[in-house]
Every structure is written in C-alpha cells, then in structure tokens.
C-alpha cells in the first residue's frame, strides 16, 4: 500500500505540481541540516509569533504542534569528540546506520545504541553520509529519490565488507533498504545489502 501511495503521489505531482508540503517534507534532512547549524538560532525562528500559523497555513502542520529542536551537537560531532570507545579491532564490527532525526534531533539516541552494542561487545562503525530518502519515497518523489538512494547504498557498500550486520534505529529508515530498495533499484547490490540491514531489537 505505502508503494501504490507513492506511485500515485509521483503521477499527481507530474499532472498538478507538488504541494509545498510535500516539498518541505521530502527535504526533511536539508532542512534538519541547516536548522542544527544555525541552533539556537533556530529554535528561536520557531517561537517567533505567526511561526505557528505559517507552519498550518503552509506546510498543512496543526499549530499545537511543536517541531523537534534541532541539536547544535549533532551525534556525529559526539562520535568524533568522545572518549576512547570500549571496543577495539579485535571486536566484531556493526555499522550502526544514522538517520536524520538522530543526526540532528535526538543524537541521545544515537548515543544510547553505541554504548549498548558496545557493552555487548561490538565495534560500532557510524554510517552518516547518506539518507534512506524515507521523505521523498513516502511523499512521492520517487525520480528525486532514486540517484540519492543509490549514492547511499553505494557508499555503504563501499565503507564495510560485505560480512558486516547493518543496524538502523528508525524503522522506517530500514524498511527502505529492506523492502523498497530492491524494487527502486533491481540490481544484485540491493538484494544483497537489504538481507544485511536489522532493526535494533
């Protein structure tokens, strides 16, 4: 159902234009990038009176409704920074695949699944240059999404053997390389990369 729902989404933009909530939505992770560069600032543009009615008016967001807080100190910048891990070569690898919202609004999150795969005794191996372009497939840029998506698995295959376990801590995010993937890109790298991708249970 979520595939039919993107396809017909794709058809509606090329007959009628994308909506700007769809387009705000599909660039989720540009706007999460900027917004934790420019923080505070930009927790501060979000209390700004008629913010509220902009975000309802515009992106089609119930004005009750507060955005997440974009973090000055994204994970990757805490990965970089931290103490010496609890784990060395000897460990057996995981990359642990970042997603936006842990990149740049819930970094704690992020934190937490690198100490516990490290109390359980693996190296975790960060994933942060790419996206699983969750936005634009749900939001039907499926043309938009598909060469970003291939730059993703590409650089994924590229930065770990083929033996090591993926983990992502977004569901969504791995139902993409789990479930999308193969039908967006029908090549033996995407059959072979989505049988590696687990939930964090």
């Keep these: 159902m979520a595939r039919l ?17 769809d387009r705000f ?29 902009i975000q309802q008016s515009v992106f089609g967001v119930d004005s009750r409704r507060d955005f997440p807080r974009f973090q000055g100190q994204t994970f990757s910048k805490w990965f970089r920074s931290r103490p010496e891990p609890h ?11 970042i ?22 005794g693996y190296r975790v191996i960060p994933f942060t240059q790419g996206c699983c372009m969750r936005p634009m497939i ?17 650089r994924i295959l590229q930065s770990v053997d083929s033996s090591v376990p993926i983990v992502g801590l ?20 995407s059959e072979e990369l989505c049988s590696r991708f687990h939930t964090f249970e």
């Excluded at 784990?87 to 695949?97: E, M």
């Excluded at 740049?104 to 795969?117: C, H, W």
């Excluded at 977004?170 to 790298?189: A, H, K, M, Q």
Aim: aromatic content about 12%.
């Design 170 to 189: 977004e569901p969504g995010c791995v139902s993409v390389f789990r479930d999308e993937l193969p039908s967006l890109l029908p090549e033996t790298s």
């Design 138 to 154: 749900s939001r039907g840029f499926l043309d938009r999404a598909r060469p970003l998506l291939m730059k993703t698995r590409d």
């Design 25 to 53: 939505f599909a660039s989720v992770r540009s706007m999460a990038r900027w917004g934790s560069r420019l923080s505070p600032l930009s927790f501060w543009l979000q209390n700004l009176p008629g913010f509220r009615a």
């Design 99 to 120: 997603d936006t919202f842990t990149e740049y609004q819930f970094p704690e999150i992020g934190r937490s699944a690198t100490v516990v795969l490290e109390q359980l």
């Design 87 to 97: 784990s060395d070569s000897s460990h057996l690898p995981v990359l642990l695949f």
């Design 5 to 21: 729902k993107s396809e017909y989404l794709q058809e509606r933009h090329l007959q009628f234009g994308a909506r700007p909530r």
